[in-house]
């Protein structure tokens, strides 16, 4: 497994703009599928980006147009571009790597072996 760790979180204005890091350490030789997700207090875990292994990108609903993922493959690190916050968007982010290959699958947290701790982003009206 690859360890991951969370930055980047803070409290915007809604319509403001934060962009979220994951840092990945560990066996950085293989290749791995990326996610950011997001939980909601009461609310069921949700991914929001997904980078495939083949470097294909896939967002959800409601993210696409605002956010990108990214990755910096010399730095072992995973980007999330959040833009145009809304207040909807609070949540704890978390990112997850799999070896599995997979595209849009991989919103379901289930198939993801690692996982960081998570940084909380908080949009205020």
């Known amino acids: 497994q690859v360890q991951l760790v969370e930055s980047g979180g803070d409290s915007v204005q809604s319509g403001g703009s934060l962009r979220l890091s994951c840092a990945a350490s560990?066996?950085?030789?293989?290749?791995?599928?990326m996610a950011w997700f997001r939980q909601a207090p009461g609310k069921k875990r949700e991914g929001v980006a997904v980078?495939?292994?083949?470097?294909?990108?896939f967002y959800a609903d409601s993210v696409k147009g605002r956010f990108t993922i990214s990755q910096d493959n010399a730095e072992n690190t995973l980007y999330l571009q959040m833009a145009s916050l809304k207040p909807e968007d609070t949540a704890m982010y978390y990112c997850?790597?799999?070896?599995?290959?997979?595209?849009?699958?991989?919103?379901?947290?289930?198939?993801?072996?690692?996982w960081g701790r998570g940084t909380q982003v908080t949009v205020s009206s």
């Open positions: 980078m495939s292994r083949d470097g294909r990108h």
């Open positions: 560990g066996p950085m030789s293989l290749r791995f599928s």
């Open positions: 997850a790597a799999d070896q599995r290959a997979c595209g849009t699958a991989c919103f379901n947290p289930a198939l993801l072996a690692s």
